[in-house]
Protein backbone atom coordinates (compact mmCIF):
# COMPACT_ATOMS: atom_id res chain seq x y z
CA UNK A 1 0.00 0.00 0.00
CA UNK A 2 1.24 3.52 -1.34
CA UNK A 3 1.76 6.08 2.14
CA UNK A 4 1.08 9.72 1.23
CA UNK A 5 3.28 11.95 -0.12
CA UNK A 6 4.15 14.23 2.49
CA UNK A 7 4.39 18.30 2.15
CA UNK A 8 8.05 18.03 3.27
CA UNK A 9 9.33 15.21 0.68
CA UNK A 10 6.97 16.48 -2.14
CA UNK A 11 9.18 20.62 -1.13
CA UNK A 12 12.21 18.53 -0.98
CA UNK A 13 11.38 16.76 -4.25
CA UNK A 14 11.26 20.32 -5.92
CA UNK A 15 14.64 21.54 -4.61
CA UNK A 16 16.06 18.68 -6.13
CA UNK A 17 14.75 19.14 -9.67
CA UNK A 18 16.16 22.87 -9.07
CA UNK A 19 19.88 21.40 -7.86
CA UNK A 20 20.12 18.44 -10.90
CA UNK A 21 19.06 21.66 -12.98
CA UNK A 22 21.50 23.86 -11.37
CA UNK A 23 24.30 21.17 -11.92
CA UNK A 24 23.66 20.59 -15.28
CA UNK A 25 23.70 24.07 -15.90
CA UNK A 26 27.04 25.61 -13.96
CA UNK A 27 29.58 25.55 -17.31
CA UNK A 28 32.75 25.39 -16.63
CA UNK A 29 33.47 29.04 -17.26
CA UNK A 30 31.42 29.73 -14.03
CA UNK A 31 32.87 27.04 -12.08
CA UNK A 32 36.68 28.67 -12.74
CA UNK A 33 35.33 32.07 -11.92
CA UNK A 34 33.68 31.32 -8.46
CA UNK A 35 33.99 28.95 -5.52
CA UNK A 36 30.33 27.61 -4.85
CA UNK A 37 29.45 26.90 -0.83
CA UNK A 38 26.18 25.21 -0.60
CA UNK A 39 24.53 25.27 2.81
CA UNK A 40 21.19 23.53 3.02
CA UNK A 41 20.68 24.16 7.08
CA UNK A 42 17.86 26.36 8.12
CA UNK A 43 19.33 29.00 11.24
CA UNK A 44 15.52 29.19 12.01
CA UNK A 45 15.71 32.69 10.95
CA UNK A 46 12.70 32.64 8.13
CA UNK A 47 9.40 33.37 7.98
CA UNK A 48 6.96 32.27 5.07
CA UNK A 49 5.99 35.00 2.76
CA UNK A 50 2.58 35.84 2.55
CA UNK A 51 0.09 33.22 1.19
CA UNK A 52 2.89 30.63 1.97
CA UNK A 53 3.22 27.87 5.00
CA UNK A 54 6.42 27.10 6.36
CA UNK A 55 7.00 23.57 5.94
CA UNK A 56 6.18 21.14 9.33
CA UNK A 57 9.92 20.47 9.41
CA UNK A 58 11.39 23.72 8.96
CA UNK A 59 12.86 25.92 5.89
CA UNK A 60 13.18 23.70 3.24
CA UNK A 61 16.10 26.11 2.10
CA UNK A 62 19.51 26.41 0.09
CA UNK A 63 21.75 28.59 0.76
CA UNK A 64 24.40 29.69 -2.03
CA UNK A 65 27.52 31.60 -1.95
CA UNK A 66 30.14 32.44 -4.98
CA UNK A 67 33.39 33.26 -4.10
CA UNK A 68 35.50 35.20 -6.80
CA UNK A 69 38.30 33.33 -7.54
CA UNK A 70 40.83 35.83 -8.35
CA UNK A 71 39.25 38.65 -5.48
CA UNK A 72 38.66 36.06 -2.42
CA UNK A 73 37.06 38.95 -0.29
CA UNK A 74 34.08 39.56 -3.40
CA UNK A 75 31.24 37.35 -2.85
CA UNK A 76 27.80 37.37 -3.91
CA UNK A 77 25.16 35.05 -2.13
CA UNK A 78 21.35 34.11 -2.28
CA UNK A 79 18.93 31.75 -0.60
CA UNK A 80 16.06 29.50 -2.13
CA UNK A 81 13.06 28.08 -0.38
CA UNK A 82 10.46 25.96 -1.09
CA UNK A 83 7.03 26.82 0.41
CA UNK A 84 3.75 25.13 0.70
CA UNK A 85 1.07 27.52 -0.31
CA UNK A 86 -1.73 28.25 2.65
CA UNK A 87 -5.21 27.11 1.07
CA UNK A 88 -3.65 24.07 0.33
CA UNK A 89 -4.21 24.73 -3.00
CA UNK A 90 -2.89 22.51 -6.49
CA UNK A 91 -2.22 25.25 -8.55
CA UNK A 92 -0.12 26.22 -7.21
CA UNK A 93 0.20 23.99 -4.56
CA UNK A 94 4.10 25.55 -3.35
CA UNK A 95 5.81 28.29 -4.33
CA UNK A 96 9.47 28.68 -5.15
CA UNK A 97 11.19 31.86 -4.02
CA UNK A 98 14.64 33.56 -4.49
CA UNK A 99 15.60 35.67 -1.56
CA UNK A 100 17.27 38.33 -3.25
CA UNK A 101 14.96 39.42 -5.66
CA UNK A 102 10.30 38.61 -6.71
CA UNK A 103 12.01 35.86 -8.61
CA UNK A 104 9.36 33.19 -7.69
CA UNK A 105 8.34 29.62 -9.51
CA UNK A 106 4.68 28.64 -8.91
CA UNK A 107 4.74 24.63 -8.61
CA UNK A 108 1.21 22.50 -9.76
CA UNK A 109 1.01 20.00 -7.35
CA UNK A 110 0.08 17.88 -10.91
CA UNK A 111 3.86 18.74 -11.80
CA UNK A 112 5.56 16.75 -8.65
CA UNK A 113 3.11 14.23 -7.93
CA UNK A 114 2.95 11.18 -8.28
CA UNK A 115 5.85 12.06 -10.43
CA UNK A 116 8.06 15.35 -11.39
CA UNK A 117 7.19 16.09 -14.97
CA UNK A 118 8.65 17.26 -18.40
CA UNK A 119 6.48 20.72 -17.95
CA UNK A 120 8.40 21.47 -14.38
CA UNK A 121 11.86 20.61 -15.37
CA UNK A 122 11.41 23.06 -18.40
CA UNK A 123 10.31 25.67 -15.70
CA UNK A 124 13.02 25.04 -13.47
CA UNK A 125 15.56 24.95 -16.61
CA UNK A 126 14.14 28.84 -16.95
CA UNK A 127 14.31 29.63 -12.94
CA UNK A 128 17.94 28.55 -12.28
CA UNK A 129 19.28 29.70 -15.84
CA UNK A 130 18.08 33.25 -14.37
CA UNK A 131 19.78 32.61 -11.18
CA UNK A 132 22.54 31.93 -12.52
CA UNK A 133 22.31 34.88 -14.76
CA UNK A 134 21.74 37.20 -12.07
CA UNK A 135 24.43 35.31 -9.56
CA UNK A 136 27.23 35.94 -12.51
CA UNK A 137 26.40 39.57 -13.55
CA UNK A 138 26.22 40.68 -9.77
CA UNK A 139 29.64 38.85 -8.83
CA UNK A 140 30.99 40.27 -12.11
CA UNK A 141 29.96 44.15 -11.14
CA UNK A 142 31.47 43.45 -7.52
CA UNK A 143 34.88 42.45 -8.66
CA UNK A 144 34.94 45.06 -11.28
CA UNK A 145 34.26 47.50 -8.36
CA UNK A 146 37.39 45.72 -6.54
CA UNK A 147 39.39 45.87 -9.34
CA UNK A 148 39.32 49.11 -10.29
CA UNK A 149 39.71 50.20 -6.57
CA UNK A 150 42.99 48.13 -6.60
CA UNK A 151 44.31 49.58 -9.56
CA UNK A 152 43.01 53.30 -9.97
CA UNK A 153 42.91 54.33 -6.21
CA UNK A 154 39.27 54.13 -5.78
CA UNK A 155 38.89 56.34 -8.61
CA UNK A 156 35.54 54.77 -9.73
CA UNK A 157 32.52 56.17 -11.62
CA UNK A 158 30.20 54.55 -9.50
CA UNK A 159 29.74 53.19 -5.66
CA UNK A 160 28.19 50.39 -3.92
CA UNK A 161 25.13 52.49 -2.96
Not at 116 to 132: E, G, K, S, Y
Request: net charge negative; charged share 25%; proline share 6%.
Amino acid sequence: MNRPVSTDDLARTILGVLWETTDRQVSREIAHLADIAVDTADDGSHVAPEGLLMPESGCITTHVTATARDHPGVSEDMRVAVWPVADGGQDPAFVVTRSDSDLTLPVALADVQPDVTPRLRARANDFVAAIIAHMVAELDVKMQRTYIRESQGDLAEYTED
